[in-house]
């Protein structure tokens, strides 16, 4: 059993930037694979990025990819997704996911274990 705990999101203007963490407890953390996700008022879940158990191989959607960057560190038990250059788009409530696999699960029927979620607002 995995336990996700999310900190960071808030209110930004566009262009700032923000860092999501999400700290897990129980254990193997580094046997799991991680991803984030998010939801904007009216509309479905939506794949943000995700990372492989060691942390060597990310990949993220279009729509963040160059400004988001998720990394994980086995030794603190946490993955963290740092957003720059954000932009109004990029409103919506932000979860964290965790699955025990060697993949990159890109889908959030594939992940066993969710965060709570977080608010981030990007004004214009």
């Known amino acids: 059993q995995v336990q996700l705990v999310q900190s960071g999101g808030g209110l930004v203007q566009a262009g700032d930037s923000l860092r999501l963490s999400c700290a897990a407890s129980?254990?193997?953390?580094?046997?799991?694979?991680m991803g984030w996700f998010r939801q904007a008022p009216g509309k479905e879940r939506e794949f943000v990025a995700t990372?492989?158990?060691?942390?060597?191989?990310?990949y993220c959607a279009d729509s963040v990819k160059g400004r988001f960057t998720i990394s994980k560190d086995n030794a603190k038990n946490t993955v963290y997704l740092q957003m720059n250059s954000l932009k109004p788009e990029d409103t919506a409530v932000y979860h964290c996911?965790?699955?025990?696999?060697?993949?990159?699960?890109?889908?959030?029927?594939?992940?066993?274990?969710w965060g709570q979620g977080t608010q981030v607002t990007v004004s214009s």
């Open positions: 990372i492989n158990w060691s942390g060597g191989s990310t």
């Open positions: 996911a965790a699955v025990l696999a060697l993949t990159l699960p890109t889908t959030a029927r594939e992940y066993d274990y």
């Open positions: 129980g254990r193997a953390f580094s046997s799991y694979a």
